[in-house]
């Protein structure tokens, strides 16, 4: 069960997985008095940063929200642009990643990006898929809500197959169609940018996830800022159900 993957980290006080969401580009751009895509340039590097911090630390896997199916309502330009920026990023980083092997993986529905970014996406997972240290999950035009209807397209389909019976549906049936699929479910999430909203991440993982909401700006997101981040969760008990009391039992406390 995942659960229990995720309550054994509980007494560890390190996240196995982290999960965030990178808000504030185009709000730190303005401030400096640049175009919007100078923010989310300087956000690549941020998530660079990010990735060799995690590697640093030993958090097995870093989720990162990069597109969500509701950016294409920004203006075509950006959007254009946002794209053009992901293509860069992979074709310059996995070299990188592989090296240090990384295993790459994209979430999301790859059927409305462009070929060009559908190939290097397909040949960075391709190239990675077999690495053994961290995993870096890149969420690209991705909902949560898309991902379950993604998910329970799946079940029907295994039910017509005759693969699984209703009433053998569950959440583990239900889970493993999810795109995490065999990862660990978050343990820490991360919103930059000041809101306070899961915004259609991952909603059926976040279920028992510590939250974490700060104001800074993802480009000014740092190492000082990313320990703050688990200090907070190293501070924080974590009782899936349980009592305090329970969670301290277990802990030998
Ligand atoms: C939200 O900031 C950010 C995005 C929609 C894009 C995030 C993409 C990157 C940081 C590039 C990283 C890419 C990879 C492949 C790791 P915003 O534009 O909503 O900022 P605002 O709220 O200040 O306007």
């Known amino acids: 069960m995942q659960q229990g993957s995720s309550s054994g980290h509980a007494s560890g006080k390190l996240p196995r997985h982290v999960a965030m969401i990178m808000d504030g580009n185009g709000r730190w751009a303005i401030r400096r008095r640049l175009p919007r895509v100078a923010g989310h340039r300087a956000g690549v590097e941020t998530a660079k940063d990010m990735v060799r911090l995690c590697g640093e630390k030993g958090i097995e896997v870093l989720t990162l929200f990069a597109f969500s199916s509701e950016n294409w309502r920004r203006p075509e330009e950006e959007v254009g642009l946002l794209m053009d920026l992901f293509v860069a990023v992979l074709e310059q980083q996995v070299k990188e990643l592989h090296e ?40 690209a035009n991705y909902g949560g809500r898309w991902d379950c209807c993604q998910a329970a397209r799946r079940v029907a389909q295994r039910v017509k197959r005759g693969d699984l019976a209703v009433e053998d549906i569950d959440e583990e049936a239900v889970r493993r169609e999810l795109s995490l699929d065999d ?20 909603l059926w993982h976040l279920a028992y996830t510590e939250l974490y909401f700060t104001d800074t700006l993802w480009p000014d997101f740092d190492r000082g800022a990313f320990e703050g981040a688990l200090a907070y969760y190293a501070s924080h008990q974590r009782r899936f159900g349980r009592t305090g009391e329970q969670v301290a039992r277990m802990q030998g406390v």
């Open 100 to 139: 240090n092997n990384i295993r790459l993986r994209v979430i999301g529905d790859r059927d409305a990006l462009h070929a060009t970014l559908r190939e290097r996406i397909q040949e960075a997972e391709s190239l990675t898929g077999d690495n053994s240290g961290q995993t870096l999950v890149i969420a």
């Open 183 to 202: 990862l660990p479910e978050p343990d820490l999430f991360i919103r930059t940018g000041g809101e306070r909203r899961v915004s259609n991440f991952l």
